[in-house]
């Protein structure tokens, strides 16, 4: 009879150890502010370059979100410059053709990284005079992405009802700042009456540039560097709130597409109860396209002058 307890017993710790760990994984994974991170290859273009040499721009990315792009789920467009002087055309396009992974329990460290080049050579017959000139070339990237936050929360229809014995200790805990996408559920705040929780829902955008910012995935990605209106950007769709077997996503206010202003928006969201308190985790899905762009200003010195 005592091996019999013990072994139980054994089992018991195991299963809570191996639980505890699975969420600190998860919230170490599912962290950081980052999507697609992009910069300019070290003299890809150089700050300055002769107008008989061929200029070389190149982008290098890699997804250190916590969702996975799919192949052809990012595009990357090269702008700014005259295209009379530069590759002849207004703008470069170019899409991902490989999945890029984000990062996981089994990956922590995202996709490795993958390269949009573009070269041109530099045509100086409309400046015959001009010992040297600037051009701006600016990337931009835009490309699908999700946030998923799941923070546990505790639900009492009884919260104010001081004869009964069972007592939520906590409303919301583990949602943490950030979820591995540029895109957070900044805060959850939860209040209950006796029939309804009621869950106001923040969200944050965590572009770390003026112009990175996300918008509804229905306008996809295409010319996305000039196609989208005011009334299109700082907009994501709530796909998904959910607790214990019920999804509520339909009560959610004012409206499923939120507009972020100054980076941040919120909604509210309305979920029936009923019976003595319980612990759950609540699922939260935003999906969004997302666009963030670089620039980089080069000198051209004109040696056909």
């Given at each position: ?15 809570c ?33 002769l ?30 410059y ?34 949009a080049?573009?070269t041109t ?5 409309q ?14 990237s835009?490309y ?9 929360v ?75 209106g ?69 000198s ?6």
């Amino acid at each position: 009879m005592k091996r019999i307890l013990l072994f139980l017993l054994l089992i018991f710790i195991v299963s809570c150890t191996g639980s505890g760990s699975s969420s600190s994984s998860e919230q170490k994974w599912r962290s950081g502010s980052d999507g697609l991170k992009m910069s300019f290859v070290s003299d890809n273009p150089p700050s300055e370059v002769l107008s008989t040499q061929e200029i070389s721009v190149m982008a290098e990315f890699s997804n250190k979100g916590a969702e996975n792009i799919p192949p052809g789920g990012a595009i990357f467009y090269l702008t700014g410059y005259d295209k009379t002087i530069l590759f002849g055309r207004e703008v470069m396009a170019q899409k991902t053709g490989e999945l890029l992974e984000g990062r996981s329990q089994y990956n922590s460290q995202g996709s490795q990284s993958s390269f949009a080049k573009w070269t041109t050579r530099v045509n100086t017959n409309q400046l015959p005079r001009i010992d040297s000139f600037k051009q701006d070339l600016t990337v931009t990237s835009c490309y699908k992405y999700r946030t998923v936050a799941t923070p546990e929360v505790c639900v009492d229809p009884d919260k104010y009802d001081s004869a009964v014995a069972g007592k939520c200790d906590f409303e919301v805990r583990n949602l943490g700042s950030t979820q591995g996408a540029p895109v957070s559920v900044s805060d959850v705040k939860l209040r209950t009456t006796s029939d309804t929780a009621y869950f106001e829902i923040h969200f944050q955008n965590s572009g770390k540039n003026k112009g990175d910012m996300p918008y509804l995935p229905s306008k996809g990605l295409d010319n996305c560097y000039t196609s989208l209106g005011v009334q299109d950007i700082n907009m994501v769709q709530l796909s998904k709130v959910y607790l214990s077997g019920v999804d509520f996503t339909s009560s959610c206010k004012p409206s499923r597409q939120v507009r972020l202003i100054n980076g941040k928006g919120f909604v509210s969201c309305e979920r029936p109860i009923s019976g003595s308190y319980f612990t759950g985790v609540l699922n939260i899905e935003l999906d969004y396209n997302y666009r963030q762009s670089m620039s980089k200003q080069i000198s051209i010195v004109n040696m056909n002058r």
